[in-house]
């Protein structure tokens, strides 16, 4: 097993932290790439992984994803993430959430977490009875704050629409033809909300049966999880797990434009160059997905109602813009553009 920091995806954090608790079940790591602009933000996802490498590896990825997306937010915090490996049957007690508060609170208030992929509100007002560094907690009418998903598809939405407008030359949605890959809380927001404004949609999940009955529900069409990236269409919005961009699937790309809300979505940095050397329309996820941690990251700075996170979260197409106005200029890709303003904003350009 290669040390630490020889992994690729390490890139200076500032800490790494793995937790074991075997009486609860847990076993952890909060990974910390920075906290140069506030305490590193980023919810904290539960998932079985194959082995604990693939986890590092997630949290290495996500925690610098988070710097960034920070960042590029406006937000005054640092980048982290938390990954709490779960078993085949993705068991979840009330004693491993206790286990893992008490985990972010050793940490002295560096990290904050919220929900991601296999957490929800619910489990962060568990893990809020340990430690007062969490976010994403159910709040009242008109509050920032609460379950980040539907927020996160309203940033989406809105940077598919810039997406549009730049790629295709049109200012509305009626008929264009988007492929959304995983319709759980992101990627079915981002789906009513297209189909609200007259797109056609294609959709594939995990859970072939949710994918089936939104697709009814929409009037779109459901297709198998190994063919969505495939599909036809204007636009191809992956919104499930990460790392999905790649030599292979790139060449095999049907559309002219990715606008999605998953995390990650290039396997590596040369497949921002794939993507433009396609003539594919990239919108960088974490610039695009930001709305979920505006919402939360407001909530847990007590700055502002849900109208400032909404009024933020508008502010992501005009991002989107710059990194695209710059790219045009530049002649690089639209990947490598938002990394360089983003590691300026953290103090590493």
Same mark, same amino acid.
């Given at each position: 097993m290669a040390a630490l920091w020889d992994y690729p995806d390490f890139d200076d954090h500032e800490g790494v932290h793995l937790f074991r608790d075997r009486a609860a079940g847990l076993t952890a790591i909060v990974?910390?790439?920075? =906290?140069?602009?506030?305490?590193?933000?980023?919810? =904290?996802?539960?998932?079985?992984? *194959? $082995?604990?490498?693939?986890?590092? =590896?997630?949290?290495? +990825?996500l925690s610098r994803g988070m710097s960034f997306k920070n960042a590029m937010a406006g937000l005054p915090m640092g980048g982290g993430k938390g990954v709490v490996l779960a078993d085949p049957a993705r068991t979840k007690t009330p004693a491993l959430l206790a286990a893992f508060g008490r985990a972010i609170d050793s940490l002295g208030g560096r990290y904050v977490t919220a929900e991601d992929v296999g957490m929800s509100d619910a489990d962060m007002v568990a893990i809020s009875a340990e430690t007062r560094h969490v976010a994403g907690l159910p709040v009242g009418q008109g509050a920032a704050g609460g379950d980040p998903g539907p927020l996160t598809a309203l940033g989406v939405?809105?940077?598919?629409?810039?997406? @549009? +407008?730049?790629?295709?030359? +049109? $200012?509305?949605? *009626?008929? @264009?033809?988007?492929?959304?890959?995983?319709?759980?809380s992101v990627g079915g927001g981002l789906a009513r909300r297209l189909a609200a404004e007259g797109a056609r949609l294609t959709i594939a999940d @995990?859970?072939?049966? +949710?994918?089936?009955?939104? *697709?009814?529900?929409?009037?779109? =069409?459901?297709v198998d999880k190994a063919d969505i990236l495939r599909v036809e269409a204007e636009v191809v919005s992956p919104c499930a797990l990460g790392a999905i961009l790649d030599a292979e699937t790139i060449a095999t790309l049907n559309a002219p434009i990715v606008a999605g809300g998953a995390n990650n979505q290039l396997a590596t940095p040369e497949d921002g160059t794939r993507l433009q050397a396609r003539g594919i329309l990239y919108a960088p996820d974490y610039v695009i997905n930001a709305g979920g941690i505006i919402n939360v990251g407001?909530?847990?700075?007590?700055?502002? $109602?849900?109208?400032? @996170?909404?009024?933020?979260? *508008?502010?992501?197409?005009g991002r989107l813009d710059q990194i695209w106005d710059e790219s045009a200029a530049t002649g690089d890709p639209a990947a490598l553009v938002a990394d360089r303003i983003a590691m300026r904003l953290i103090g590493r350009g």
């Amino acid at each position: 097993m290669a040390a630490l920091w020889d992994y690729p995806d390490f890139d200076d954090h500032e800490g790494v932290h793995l937790f074991r608790d075997r009486a609860a079940g847990l076993t952890a790591i909060v990974a910390i790439h920075s =906290t140069a602009l506030g305490p590193a933000a980023g919810g =904290t996802r539960f998932w079985h992984y *194959a $082995d604990g490498e693939d986890a590092l =590896t997630d949290a290495l +990825r996500l925690s610098r994803g988070m710097s960034f997306k920070n960042a590029m937010a406006g937000l005054p915090m640092g980048g982290g993430k938390g990954v709490v490996l779960a078993d085949p049957a993705r068991t979840k007690t009330p004693a491993l959430l206790a286990a893992f508060g008490r985990a972010i609170d050793s940490l002295g208030g560096r990290y904050v977490t919220a929900e991601d992929v296999g957490m929800s509100d619910a489990d962060m007002v568990a893990i809020s009875a340990e430690t007062r560094h969490v976010a994403g907690l159910p709040v009242g009418q008109g509050a920032a704050g609460g379950d980040p998903g539907p927020l996160t598809a309203l940033g989406v939405f809105l940077g598919l629409k810039a997406a @549009v +407008r730049r790629g295709l030359k +049109r $200012d509305d949605l *009626a008929g @264009v033809h988007v492929a959304i890959q995983g319709v759980g809380s992101v990627g079915g927001g981002l789906a009513r909300r297209l189909a609200a404004e007259g797109a056609r949609l294609t959709i594939a999940d @995990v859970d072939a049966g +949710r994918a089936h009955a939104l *697709a009814a529900e929409l009037g779109g =069409t459901a297709v198998d999880k190994a063919d969505i990236l495939r599909v036809e269409a204007e636009v191809v919005s992956p919104c499930a797990l990460g790392a999905i961009l790649d030599a292979e699937t790139i060449a095999t790309l049907n559309a002219p434009i990715v606008a999605g809300g998953a995390n990650n979505q290039l396997a590596t940095p040369e497949d921002g160059t794939r993507l433009q050397a396609r003539g594919i329309l990239y919108a960088p996820d974490y610039v695009i997905n930001a709305g979920g941690i505006i919402n939360v990251g407001l909530e847990y700075l007590g700055q502002g $109602d849900r109208a400032e @996170v909404e009024a933020r979260i *508008a502010q992501i197409p005009g991002r989107l813009d710059q990194i695209w106005d710059e790219s045009a200029a530049t002649g690089d890709p639209a990947a490598l553009v938002a990394d360089r303003i983003a590691m300026r904003l953290i103090g590493r350009g």
